[in-house]
Every structure is written in structure tokens, then in C-alpha cells.
């Protein structure tokens, strides 16, 4: 198992709303959220609108969008990939899906024992 596991991914419908809210607002970027008044939904703001701290965790990119979550949720979601889709629905009140009638929601599927393995290594 020699290829590079992604912590995030995306669905087509994502990479096609994320296209969508590009054109409209320039770079991207998502942080993960973890509970309040949003819950636990993936968030999308304009790049550099969010303030990434040093304790965040980089988990990648979707389609050149990076993703971060905090690293204490991180300690909790890290075996796992997260799978960032699309439903029919309101967004985050601060998210930039808002008010589009889709909003993006985060699914999850652990990972092998043999991709924790490939992980570890790269960590």
C-alpha cells in the first residue's frame, strides 16, 4: 500500500458547490466545526476569513480548498476519513453554503488497520 490515504474527501456534488461558491467568492477554505450554534458541520468561508490557529490540523484539500479541524477534535475523529457531501438544506449561519439550499455535511468511515499503518508512517 504505497499511495497517499486522504484524511478528507469529497463527493461530486461538493467539488460541484465548491466550484459554485468559488466563483462568487474567490479562494476557499473549510474548518470542521465542532458543535454551538452549527453543530458539527463542515464550514466554508473565504480564504483567510477564519483564523487558523497552530493547534489546528491540516487534513488536506478538496479540489485546492484546504481543510482544517481542531486538534482536539482531531484526537477524537482521527481514525477516521471524512467524506464531505452535499444535501438539500440550509447551511451554517456563517458558512458560506448558506442560502444556497444545498449545505455541505460531513460523513466519515473508519480507516483500516493497514491505512492507519500507511498514516502513522507519514506522520
Not at 13 to 22: M, Y
Request: one cysteine or more.
Amino acid at each position: 500500500m504505497g499511495h497517499v490515504i486522504a484524511r478528507v474527501t469529497a463527493t461530486p456534488a461538493t467539488l460541484e458547490l465548491i466550484a459554485v461558491l468559488r466563483d462568487r467568492h474567490g479562494p476557499l477554505m473549510f474548518f470542521q466545526s465542532g458543535g454551538c450554534c452549527d453543530g458539527s458541520a463542515p464550514m466554508c468561508y473565504p480564504a483567510g476569513e477564519f483564523n487558523i490557529s497552530d493547534t489546528d490540523v491540516y487534513l488536506g484539500n478538496l479540489d485546492g480548498t484546504p481543510f482544517y479541524m481542531g486538534c482536539e477534535q482531531f484526537e477524537y475523529w482521527e481514525h477516521t476519513q471524512l467524506i464531505i457531501d452535499v444535501v438539500d438544506g440550509n447551511g451554517g449561519m456563517f458558512s458560506l453554503d448558506n442560502g444556497t439550499g444545498r449545505r455541505f455535511l460531513t460523513r466519515s468511515r473508519l480507516f483500516t488497520d493497514e491505512e492507519l499503518a500507511v498514516l502513522k508512517q507519514s506522520a
